[in-house]
């Protein structure tokens, strides 16, 4: 039988606010996508779901084409390009910098030769219908870095290849 991939991503804030008068306003925000199997807009036929560590001095750097990173029935991945980017810093005073490979480093969901923080116990999300390129051999690589200490990071990765 053949892996079927089928997702939900959501990410929602919701405040309440007591504005006197005007008694409570509840602002939200909710973003809320069903991605099915496919290689179109919102569609995907790769998974990849990790919790890992990284220490100072010592970066993981993950290769998205490679077949390193696996899906959960143990498949491996070769990514053409990632629609749901996500990653979760567990730590609760340590940050984490994203991207900045060496060489062939993986950013077009981010600005050439830019990184991205992640400060403590944060998460970010980096999403796009048409999802983010991969380029095997040249543009495939995601490092994740911690500003001091270990950190226990998760990272999840939806996207078409």
């Known amino acids: 039988m053949a892996n079927t991939y089928n997702a939900r991503a959501s990410v929602i804030l919701e405040t309440l606010f007591t504005a006197g008068q005007l008694g409570q306003i509840k602002p939200q925000l909710t973003f809320n996508k069903g991605l099915l199997q496919g290689t179109g807009d919102w569609q995907h036929n790769k998974i990849f779901v990790q919790e890992g ?89 995601l490092k994740i870095a911690a500003a001091s200490g270990t950190v226990v990071y998760a990272i999840a990765l939806l996207g078409q290849g």
């Open 53 to 141: 560590s990284v220490t100072s001095g010592a970066p993981v750097t993950l290769n998205l084409t490679d077949g390193s990173l696996k899906d959960p029935a143990g498949v491996a991945n070769v990514f053409t390009k990632v629609l749901w980017f996500a990653m979760l810093n567990e730590d609760a005073a340590i940050a984490l910098t994203i991207g900045g490979s060496a060489s062939q480093p993986w950013e077009s969901w981010i600005s050439a030769g830019a990184t991205c923080p992640l400060g403590p116990e944060a998460v970010m999300v980096h999403s796009s219908k048409s999802g983010f390129a991969v380029g095997t051999g040249t543009a495939d690589k």
